[in-house]
């Protein structure tokens, strides 16, 4: 594979565009990269036996990039990009997509914020046309501002009446505390509520930067013709900027310093206790993540995990449990979720400490191996099977990593991990203190002492 990424990051922006082959992969299409002037850059992949079209504006900034008073401040700004433009309305917008049956949508993460559409082959002019001009152009009304304030604090209210989303909030607070990783994506009601137009048109316009921002297509198309309808829709607006070169991606200059394993209770009349235990864990470009992929399937990545068979399948004791690990470009976390019955909570933690311990000591056998890297391939092949998540594939790999990596060779890197890699790292990570983030009926209870 040919990589042109690292070609227009140490020298100043080109004054054409620069266009390269980056992958005929055999499990999917061509994928073509194309730097235009501004530093904007443009892959596709060009997949001929789809009918559809998936199309992203992929933007480096999330909500660890806010201020403590702009906290909340990326998403807000998600919102108001659909409310209209100098060329549409907000009907004309969700319109225009729907009456030829796409769809339309965005979210917002703690280093990336996405638009995205997908439409019939047909109709990727009109996707690109539309998309292209509510984030380069939106107006950002007054009156809009007022109206979608209203809506996103009732996304917070609504957030705070679902205790399974909320506790991996509470972890990753317990663990980052007042660091931006810690915070809330949408913000609190004391952030949102006032915060000004100024401040959010000042955080659209220095952080909405042609450098800054990916665009990415897969499905039945052109590249050369992507590229040439992205820079007429863009034509005009301040994404036609001066030539610059595109942004690195987002760099690990030092680790981010977490707390010590602490305890925190969200007190709330619930039925079910939702509980986190965790710890820090290894960003994203460490090398072993694909062990920390393959010991998160053995120990609570499906139905045949320890976690599952010992606490729901055994045991009876919850519905739901599971582990996940979550990466940033300078840290990342370790978790495993439970929900059960309050009067089972102790008895849920005690399993998953016992179980935690036991593969930190004694590592993982040779058939969870396998199957641990079973589930990281088939999970990542049977999840490229829509035009959707190949679009995010190509924008991810070179917002997050600098790189798209071949298919058969992250297939590979997955073979290629070892017992002892996966052993190596359980003894490292799972011997960390704990944190435990805890939302339930428990305004009587003491969590404190069983970290």
């Known amino acids: 594979m040919s990589n ?10 080109s ?12 499990l999917g299409g061509t994928v073509r990269r ?3 002037p501004s530093g904007l850059r443009v892959l596709t992949e060009a997949i001929p036996t789809m009918r559809s079209v998936s199309f992203g504006i992929w933007v480096a900034v999330g909500s660890r990039d806010e201020t403590n008073p702009q906290a909340g401040a990326a998403h807000f700004l998600e919102h108001l990009l659909f409310k209209g433009t100098h060329k549409r309305g907000a009907l004309e917008i969700s319109s225009a997509i729907e009456a030829v ?9 703690k280093e990336y914020t996405c638009y995205y559409a997908r439409v019939l082959d047909e109709d990727l002019p009109l996707a690109i046309d539309v998309m292209c001009d509510l984030v380069a152009d939106s107006l950002l009304e007054p009156a809009d501002v007022e109206t979608e304030r209203s809506v996103i604090l009732e996304e917070i209210a609504m957030h705070d009446d679902e205790p ?10 317990a663990v980052y505390g007042d660091h931006p990783l810690g915070r809330l994506i949408s913000g609190t009601a004391a952030t949102v509520t006032p915060m000004s137009r100024r401040q959010i048109q000042g955080f659209y316009r220095r952080r909405y930067v042609a450098p800054q921002i990916v665009v ?6 052109d590249h050369a013709a992507v590229v040439r309808l992205v820079r007429e829709a ?5 994404l036609d900027s001066d030539p610059a070169a595109p942004a690195p991606y987002r760099p690990a200059t030092r680790a981010v310093r977490t707390r010590a394993a602490t305890t925190v209770v969200e007190v709330k009349e619930t039925e079910q206790a939702h509980v986190v235990l965790g710890c820090p864990g290894i960003d994203r470009l460490d090398e072993r993540r694909f062990a920390l992929g393959v010991l998160n399937n053995v120990l609570g990545g499906g139905m045949s995990s320890r976690l599952f068979q010992e606490i729901r399948e055994r045991r009876g004791l919850a519905y739901s449990v599971f582990s996940y690990a979550s990466q940033y470009a300078d840290s990342g976390l370790f978790g495993v979720y439970a929900g059960c019955a309050p009067s089972r909570v102790d008895e849920v933690l005690e399993l998953t400490r016992a179980e935690l311990s036991r593969t930190a000591a004694h590592g993982i056998t040779e058939a969870e191996l396998s199957r641990g890297k079973g589930m990281s391939k088939g999970a990542f092949v049977l999840g490229l099977e829509d035009t959707g998540s190949r679009m995010s594939r190509l924008a991810k790999g070179e917002l997050l990593y600098g790189d798209l990596i071949p298919v058969d060779e992250l297939l590979d890197r997955v073979d290629a991990v070892t017992l002892d890699d996966v052993n190596t790292l359980a003894a490292e990570l799972l011997n960390l203190p704990m944190s435990l983030a805890v939302v339930g009926p428990f305004a009587d209870r003491d969590f404190t002492g069983r970290l």
């Not at 054409?16 to 082959?21: E, G, H, I, L, W």
């Not at 990415?216 to 198309?221: E, F, K, P, R, T």
């Not at 863009?234 to 301040?238: Q, S």
Request: net charge negative; glycine share 14%; hydrophobic share 35%.
């Open 164 to 173: 399974g989303d909320e506790v991996h909030d509470l972890f990753a607070r």
């Open 216 to 221: 990415a297509a897969a499905g039945n198309l």
């Open 234 to 238: 863009l034509r005009g607006t301040p």
């Open 34 to 36: 194309t730097v235009l």
């Open 101 to 109: 049956g796409g769809e339309t949508n965005a979210f917002t993460t």
């Open 15 to 26: 004054t054409r565009a620069v266009t390269r082959t980056l992958s005929d992969d055999p």
């Open 4 to 13: 042109a990424t690292g070609t227009f990051r140490s020298a100043g922006g």
